[in-house]
């Protein structure tokens, strides 16, 4: 679903999923990479591995490398690095610079435990600072969109565009904190991670798919000891705080999610000026990976205009 004043052409390309601007094999991940490589054999693609040092903590990050565009990924509560296994091959073969990394509390980073906690929004600019990227692509889900709409806020010089999906945003309006806590049945964080964030139709169609989820999922956190103290924003992020967003925006929300509805993100998409509005059908809170391939297209279509 689309807002029908946005671009029409953005509108038919996720509506009805016209490749005619694709090379037809878009929906096979690995045939853009051997139309890079010639043909044959596609060599596999390693990302460079790293730290970068931050006030109390070791930023662990994954980068492709590479002169494109850099687009920077902030994975869910439920995540880490390694769940973008889907979105490697299809932004790296379209020209661009991967890179995501583990925010504090997960996976390899390391956080001092008597901290200073700082702010996961000066974290991701010291990443881009010590990577040398003035500008670059943001893309936020879930408990990573919190963070990433705090630097949006805070940083706005340094994005190209930014794409936020299925998250609740740490939007503190009262109003807000209120429909959030209606989504939530009493007992709801107590059900397993794989039924509050996959939907219905992927669990029956992907038991496979569920299964590699939910192993990230449960290998995601760091150990206790090196997890660090709960990390602050930068801002106290409100609807009429986003309003002041100027940069090129996307807001995808999948009509299965049960954290952040379709209903619940249209009320940031409706505050920030000229950003496009996709619902995902039949689809959970891990679009990204439910949908790899129409997730992937969308935001390629998006950032390639920007």
């Given at each position: 679903?689309?807002?029908?004043g946005?671009s ?5 390309l996720v509506e ?10 878009l ?5 853009c990479?051997r ?15 790293g730290f970068?040092d ?13 002169s494109?565009?850099a687009?920077i ?5 439920t ?8 979105q490697i091959?299809?932004?790296?073969g379209?020209g ?6 583990q925010?504090r509390?997960f ?7 008597n901290g200073?906690a700082?702010?996961?929004?000066d974290d991701l ?5 010590h990577?040398?990227i003035d500008?670059f692509?943001?893309?936020g889900t879930?408990g990573?969109?919190?963070e ?13 565009s930014?794409?936020l999906?299925?998250?609740q945003g740490?939007v503190?309006d009262e109003?807000?904190?209120e429909?959030?806590?209606r ?6 964080d ?7 964030e ?6 029956v169609?992907?038991p496979d ?11 995601n ?5 090196i997890?660090?103290p709960?990390?602050?924003t930068?801002?106290r ?19 299965a999610?049960l ?5 619940l993100m249209r009320q940031i ?5 000229g ?6 059908a039949?689809?959970?809170?891990s679009v ?6 129409k997730f ?5 279509t998006?950032i390639?205009?920007?």
């Amino acid at each position: 679903m689309m807002d029908s004043g946005k671009s029409n052409k953005f509108a038919t390309l996720v509506e009805y999923e016209n490749r005619s601007r694709w090379p037809a094999c878009l929906d096979r991940r690995d045939c853009c990479l051997r139309r890079l490589f010639g043909g044959g054999t596609i060599p596999a693609l390693t990302l460079h591995e790293g730290f970068v040092d931050v006030p109390g903590a070791k930023i662990y990050y994954k980068d492709s490398g590479g002169s494109g565009a850099a687009v920077i990924f902030l994975h869910a509560l439920t995540g880490s690095t390694e769940v973008w296994e889907k979105q490697i091959p299809a932004f790296a073969g379209a020209g661009y610079r991967f890179i995501a990394y583990q925010r504090r509390g997960f996976g390899r980073t390391v956080a001092d435990a008597n901290g200073p906690a700082s702010t996961g929004a000066d974290d991701l600019l010291a990443l881009v600072d010590h990577l040398k990227i003035d500008k670059f692509h943001l893309v936020g889900t879930a408990g990573g969109g919190f963070e990433a709409l705090d630097f949006v806020v805070s940083y706005p010089q340094r994005v190209r565009s930014f794409t936020l999906l299925c998250s609740q945003g740490g939007v503190q309006d009262e109003d807000y904190r209120e429909a959030v806590k209606r989504l939530a049945p009493e007992g709801f964080d107590k059900m397993p991670h794989s039924f509050r964030e996959l939907s219905p139709s992927y669990r029956v169609a992907n038991p496979d798919g569920v299964e590699r989820w939910s192993a990230f999922a449960s290998r995601n956190r760091a150990p206790e000891a090196i997890r660090g103290p709960a990390q602050p924003t930068k801002n106290r992020v409100t609807l009429a705080l986003i309003e002041g967003i100027k940069m090129p925006t996307l807001v995808i929300a999948a009509d299965a999610d049960l954290y952040a509805s379709p209903a619940l993100m249209r009320q940031i998409a409706d505050r920030i000026k000229g950003a496009q509005f996709v619902v995902f059908a039949d689809v959970g809170h891990s679009v990204w990976w439910e949908a790899p391939d129409k997730f992937n297209r969308t935001v390629l279509t998006f950032i390639a205009e920007h």
